[in-house]
């Protein structure tokens, strides 16, 4: 049981702090501007281009088949550095590795974890929220092609997203979630139309709604077989639920780094109130990283699927929210500008126990498939 | 990095396992069965665990700090009510000053909020000042000097100073205030002298050790509660199976899940970081696995209803063995200004 770098470890790490001292974009950790995710884009393929993106994953996607531990020392010398963020496309990444072919991965694979293409994520409905299994999104097949129609909503960074990995039922005849499957849709067809939605903190350019009228993909294109589109998405959604997948201790390590620098540059200010918030907030973003060296330490022995994801999710969304929180009373008078940046900080931070599964979810897997209660 | 347990520690943690799974405390009545607990007692005292943080020929510990963890978790989940805590931080003292091991039975004096070690002022031990695993010790260590250079000394416990089983808020692991006049005797044999890295570090085990321990209690109430939560009907069901039932349930296992977690870093740290790093991972640790294990001792009572209530269930006296551990050498408050203090941003009152 060792916390500490082993010889390879260390000089990775080495090598990695000299690039992040040279190569930091000072880009915010959290989508609180328009600007968030074309940053991002940036910021992704330079880390990938350095050779410091997709570190755990195989290297005929552009991987480095590096063990999984290394993806905490990444998430850390990007806190150190004040860097911001991996980018969180790696439930994407397994879900693709596990239920596509090889054609599938050969073609998609790549594109996505350089992050010359990006995605996004089809999956929930107006009616078919926490119920995703009675999506009503159809896909028919006519000749080498499926036509897709239906609504999307939720759908983050639709407008700038290559591809839309998108859940339709392709068999209205079998109960609802057998009849699901998975296709990577190309977007940017006159058949597909996009509607933001603004988020509660004033965000426009990452929510949204996605209607397909009969948009068209190639049959090729569908992940797994016909009917496994439950079970992709499952794959997607366990792995959603991980920050070590996510890479969101460096995200809350970041944010909660600035908050500390705000105190330091004026002690005086704070009372009682938003030092115990902020403390709370190093307190749950400490208890984050030692437990996704933890989960990412367990998956040396394999990759897994189960339901773990869900108290990692509770777990970050407990931290996400306690470092909202210091935001709040760290961050300061954001009763007046409402345009703060510590207030958007905050207002997101309430998504964390929605997105991926909203945390009665996350309890009710914890208590039938991890506790073993009885079903009512 | 691999945070995974060795094969050794695997094999350590299941014989302590298979210790408080016989002779731990598995109902109230257990509490008052002399004979049990004196077998515990010999089980705990052959299998050499009190004896971890001894000095080897060069001075290291037997064990690091991890195994001691390993241990005073399975400990707090079988509510053992045989010396550890104060035995192992006695030893860590002795150990860290270069002085012989202890003759018989020691443990250590704290404040009597037990938030710190007690300190000896003219010869004695402060009125008030409180003796850990007070049952059958017959010494306790207190801190001789300022933190800038100290030794150790120690107070005798002769009977009645030593306690009954029921003296205190844990059932578990009697406390008792040193009776005046508290006159505090030099160690003999000390090779060094103690300073301030020593205190950090010593502190740091402690808040470890009581980490552990929460973690410890916490699974064992959430195991008590679970499997009430099974049995027990009523409009016709398992409570179990209904959502309000298995949130509360839910939350309470993430809880555990977590403080495990920074609880094992927090133990990995006491020996592989430098002693103010390894103090801000405890005291982390130790604000995070306080909080957790107070809200899931009070699920525990909460799903269990009328009988949680009950002097009968043994849901209180986790919960009790919970505010103990919590308190010894900082709680929440105390451990949430050493975070603050150890990013430079602390106060000097505090936040308690």
Same mark, same amino acid.
């Given at each position: 049981?060792?916390?500490?770098?082993?010889?390879?470890?260390?000089?990775?790490?080495?090598?990695?702090?000299?690039?992040?001292?040279?190569?930091?974009?000072?880009?915010?950790?959290? $989508?609180?501007?328009?600007?968030?995710?074309?940053?991002?884009?940036?910021?992704?393929?330079?880390?990938?281009?350095?050779?410091?993106?997709?570190?755990?994953?195989?290297?005929?996607?552009?991987?480095?088949?590096?063990?999984?531990?290394?993806?905490?020392?990444?998430?850390?010398?990007?806190?150190?550095?004040?860097?911001?963020?991996?980018?969180?496309?790696?439930?994407?990444?397994?879900?693709?590795?596990?239920?596509?072919?090889?054609?599938?991965?050969?073609?998609?694979?790549?594109?996505?974890?350089?992050?010359?293409?990006?995605?996004?994520?089809?999956?929930?409905?107006?009616?078919?929220?926490?119920?995703?299994?009675?999506?009503?999104?159809?896909?028919?097949?006519?000749?080498?092609?499926?036509?897709?129609?239906?609504?999307?909503?939720?759908?983050?960074?639709?407008?700038?997203?290559?591809?839309?990995?998108?859940?339709?039922?392709?068999?209205?005849?079998?109960?609802?979630?057998?009849?699901?499957?998975?296709?990577?849709?190309?977007?940017?067809?006159?058949?597909?139309?996009?509607?933001?939605?603004?988020?509660?903190?004033?965000?426009?350019?990452?929510?949204?709604?996605?209607?397909?009228?009969?948009?068209?993909?190639?049959?090729?294109?569908?992940?797994?077989?016909?009917?496994?589109?439950?079970?992709?998405?499952?794959?997607?959604?366990?792995?959603?639920?991980?920050?070590?997948?996510?890479?969101?201790?460096?995200?809350?390590?970041?944010?909660?780094?600035?908050?500390?620098?705000?105190?330091?540059?004026?002690? $005086?200010?704070? @009372?009682?109130?938003?030092?115990?918030?902020?403390?709370?907030?190093?307190?749950?973003?400490?208890?984050?990283?030692?437990?996704?060296?933890?989960?990412?330490?367990?998956?040396?022995? @394999?990759?897994?699927?189960?339901?773990?994801?869900?108290?990692?999710?509770?777990?970050?969304?407990?931290?996400?929210?306690?470092?909202?929180?210091?935001?709040?009373?760290?961050?300061?008078?954001?009763?007046?500008?409402?345009?703060?940046?510590?207030?958007?900080?905050?207002?997101?931070?309430?998504?964390?126990?929605?997105?991926?599964?909203? $945390?009665?979810?996350?309890?009710?897997?914890?208590?039938?498939?991890?506790?073993?209660?009885?079903?009512? | 990095?691999?945070?995974?347990?060795?094969?050794?520690?695997?094999?350590?943690?299941?014989?302590?396992?298979?210790?408080?799974?016989?002779?731990?405390?598995?109902?109230? %009545?257990?509490?008052?069965?002399?004979?049990?607990?004196?077998?515990?007692?010999?089980?705990?005292? %052959?299998? !050499?665990?009190?004896?971890?943080?001894?000095?080897?020929?060069?001075?290291?510990?037997?064990?690091?700090?991890?195994?001691?963890?390993?241990?005073?978790?399975?400990?707090?989940?079988?509510?053992?009510?045989?010396?550890?805590?104060?035995?192992?931080?006695?030893?860590?003292?002795?150990?860290?000053?270069?002085?012989?091991?202890?003759?018989?039975?020691?443990?250590?004096?704290?404040?009597?909020?037990?938030?710190?070690?007690?300190?000896?002022? !003219?010869?004695?031990?402060?009125?008030?000042?409180?003796?850990?695993?007070?049952?059958?010790?017959?010494?306790?260590?207190?801190?001789?000097?300022?933190?800038?250079?100290?030794?150790?000394?120690?107070?005798?416990?002769?009977?009645? =100073?030593?306690?009954?089983?029921?003296?205190?808020?844990?059932?578990?692991?009697?406390?008792?205030?040193?009776?005046?006049?508290?006159?505090?005797?030099?160690?003999?044999?000390?090779?060094?002298?103690?300073?301030?890295?020593? =205190?950090?570090?010593?502190?740091?085990?402690?808040?470890?050790?009581?980490?552990?321990?929460?973690?410890?209690?916490?699974?064992?109430?959430?195991?008590?509660?679970?499997?009430?939560?099974?049995?027990?009907?009523?409009?016709?069901?398992?409570?179990?199976?209904?959502?309000?039932?298995?949130?509360?349930?839910?939350?309470?296992?993430? =809880?555990?899940?977590?403080?495990?977690?920074?609880?094992?870093?927090?133990?990995? =740290?006491?020996?592989?970081?430098?002693?103010?790093?390894?103090?801000?991972?405890?005291?982390?640790?130790?604000?995070?696995?306080?909080?957790?294990?107070?809200?899931?001792?009070?699920?525990?009572?909460?799903?269990?209803?009328?009988?949680?209530?009950?002097?009968?269930?043994?849901?209180?006296?986790?919960?009790?063995?919970?505010?103990?551990?919590?308190?010894?050498? !900082? !709680?929440?408050?105390?451990?949430?200004?050493?975070?603050?203090?150890?990013?430079?941003?602390?106060?000097?009152?505090?936040?308690?």
């Amino acid at each position: 049981m060792d916390f500490a770098d082993s010889p390879e470890e260390l000089e990775f790490r080495r090598r990695l702090r000299a690039w992040l001292s040279q190569n930091n974009p000072g880009l915010p950790a959290s $989508s609180t501007a328009d600007e968030y995710w074309a940053g991002q884009a940036v910021w992704h393929q330079a880390l990938y281009d350095a050779g410091f993106f997709g570190l755990s994953w195989p290297t005929e996607v552009g991987g480095h088949g590096l063990p999984s531990v290394y993806e905490v020392i990444l998430d850390e010398e990007l806190i150190t550095a004040g860097a911001p963020p991996r980018p969180s496309v790696g439930y994407l990444v397994q879900g693709l590795l596990r239920h596509g072919n090889a054609d599938v991965r050969g073609r998609f694979l790549p594109g996505l974890v350089s992050g010359r293409e990006r995605w996004c994520q089809g999956f929930s409905e107006p009616d078919a929220g926490s119920d995703l299994a009675s999506l009503r999104t159809q896909a028919v097949r006519d000749g080498e092609e499926y036509v897709v129609t239906g609504h999307k909503v939720w759908t983050s960074y639709s407008d700038a997203a290559d591809w839309c990995l998108v859940l339709a039922r392709t068999d209205p005849e079998v109960p609802t979630h057998k009849g699901i499957s998975a296709f990577v849709v190309p977007m940017g067809q006159a058949a597909i139309e996009q509607r933001p939605l603004q988020m509660i903190n004033g965000v426009t350019r990452e929510f949204g709604e996605v209607l397909f009228d009969g948009a068209r993909v190639d049959a090729a294109n569908m992940v797994g077989e016909p009917g496994e589109g439950w079970r992709l998405a499952m794959t997607v959604v366990s792995h959603e639920r991980e920050p070590g997948e996510l890479g969101y201790v460096a995200r809350y390590g970041k944010l909660v780094n600035e908050l500390v620098h705000v105190v330091e540059e004026e002690p $005086s200010r704070f @009372g009682p109130e938003p030092r115990r918030d902020l403390a709370w907030a190093l307190v749950e973003t400490e208890m984050l990283r030692c437990h996704v060296s933890r989960r990412l330490s367990e998956r040396l022995e @394999g990759l897994t699927h189960g339901p773990e994801g869900s108290v990692d999710k509770l777990l970050m969304t407990a931290a996400e929210q306690a470092v909202g929180h210091a935001a709040l009373t760290v961050g300061g008078a954001v009763h007046v500008d409402g345009d703060d940046t510590w207030l958007k900080v905050y207002l997101y931070s309430r998504a964390q126990s929605v997105m991926g599964g909203t $945390s009665q979810i996350q309890r009710n897997l914890i208590a039938g498939r991890i506790l073993e209660l009885p079903t009512s | 990095m691999d945070v995974r347990l060795s094969p050794e520690q695997v094999a350590l943690r299941d014989a302590a396992a298979q210790v408080v799974d016989r002779l731990g405390v598995h109902g109230v %009545a257990g509490l008052d069965d002399g004979e049990r607990a004196a077998k515990l007692d010999a089980a705990v005292a %052959a299998s !050499g665990w009190r004896e971890l943080r001894t000095a080897t020929d060069d001075g290291a510990p037997w064990a690091s700090a991890v195994e001691v963890a390993l241990v005073a978790e399975e400990l707090g989940r079988g509510l053992a009510d045989a010396a550890f805590v104060g035995a192992t931080l006695a030893a860590e003292l002795r150990r860290r000053a270069g002085a012989p091991a202890a003759g018989g039975s020691e443990t250590v004096v704290v404040c009597a909020d037990l938030g710190e070690m007690a300190t000896e002022e !003219g010869g004695r031990v402060r009125a008030g000042a409180v003796a850990l695993d007070a049952g059958i010790a017959e010494t306790a260590l207190v801190s001789v000097g300022s933190t800038g250079g100290w030794t150790i000394g120690a107070v005798a416990l002769l009977p009645p =100073a030593r306690a009954s089983s029921t003296s205190g808020v844990d059932l578990t692991r009697p406390v008792a205030s040193v009776r005046a006049p508290g006159t505090v005797v030099a160690i003999d044999g000390q090779a060094r002298p103690l300073d301030s890295d020593d =205190a950090a570090a010593w502190q740091s085990l402690g808040l470890a050790v009581t980490s552990a321990d929460l973690v410890g209690v916490m699974r064992g109430a959430l195991d008590l509660t679970t499997d009430y939560a099974r049995s027990r009907r009523q409009y016709g069901a398992a409570i179990g199976s209904f959502q309000a039932v298995q949130h509360l349930l839910a939350d309470a296992f993430v =809880a555990m899940e977590g403080s495990r977690s920074i609880a094992l870093h927090a133990a990995w =740290a006491v020996d592989a970081l430098p002693a103010s790093e390894a103090l801000a991972a405890a005291s982390a640790a130790k604000a995070y696995c306080a909080r957790a294990a107070r809200t899931v001792c009070e699920t525990a009572i909460q799903v269990h209803g009328g009988i949680g209530n009950t002097w009968e269930c043994l849901a209180h006296v986790y919960l009790r063995r919970a505010l103990l551990s919590s308190d010894l050498l !900082g !709680g929440v408050g105390a451990n949430l200004a050493r975070v603050l203090a150890a990013r430079n941003i602390g106060v000097d009152d505090g936040l308690r």
